[in-house]
């Protein structure tokens, strides 16, 4: 509180020290004919201005079209992929990306429940297909998938076989195993 009153103390005086000849405006006034020729310069120069935007625009609007025909010119499945995975991926990303069918129908299946991409029915076949058609050789990844796929499911299933089968004999043998229940003297 006691600063602030010193700050506005010392304020004052120098605010007094400044005299109206400082706020004087050189050359404030001009002539009715020069006024005229300064607006009529102003008004060119708007004018000039709003063409020049008036043409950006139409630019734009030009080259704007021409990039959406040719984008209808690309084949459907490469405009699904932009329109539906290029929202979170760069398009390039695909190519460095390699899996058979399998494998990209995981990977979309992953991108629908986890990662939140949105596809109607039927668009998941056609972005494998496309998908397998970008990168080179796909037959052979896509066997050597299934075949661990096949191996998946019936390791486990070959296994639990075998305990069961282990596990009936053993059960088979166990009568005969137990102690005999003669009490006879
Ligand atoms: C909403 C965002 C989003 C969209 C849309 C999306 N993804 Fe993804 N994607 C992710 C995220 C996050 C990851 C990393 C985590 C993961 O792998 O699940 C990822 C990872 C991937 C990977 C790398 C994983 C791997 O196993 O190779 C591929 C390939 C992929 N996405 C393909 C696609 C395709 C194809 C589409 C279009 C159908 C798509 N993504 C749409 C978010 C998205």
Known sequence: MFALALVLASAAP?????????YEVKE????????VGI?????????????GLAEQEA?????????REE???RPFPERLLTA????????????EKSHGWLGWQAVILRMTHLNGAELAPGERDILVAHLLDRQSPGATRTTVEFALAAGAVLLPAALARGVARHARRRRGRAPSSLPSQDTSP
């Open 39 to 51: 607006e009529r310069q102003i008004t060119i120069e708007r004018d000039r201005e709003q063409a």
């Open 84 to 95: 539906r995975c290029t929202a979170c991926h760069a398009s390039a990303y695909f190519d």
């Open 14 to 22: 120098a605010r007094a020290e400044m005299d109206a000849g400082q």
């Open 59 to 67: 630019r734009a609007r030009e080259s704007e079209h021409r990039r």
């Open 71 to 73: 984008d209808e010119r």
């Open 28 to 35: 404030a006034v001009r002539s009715a004919a020069e006024r």
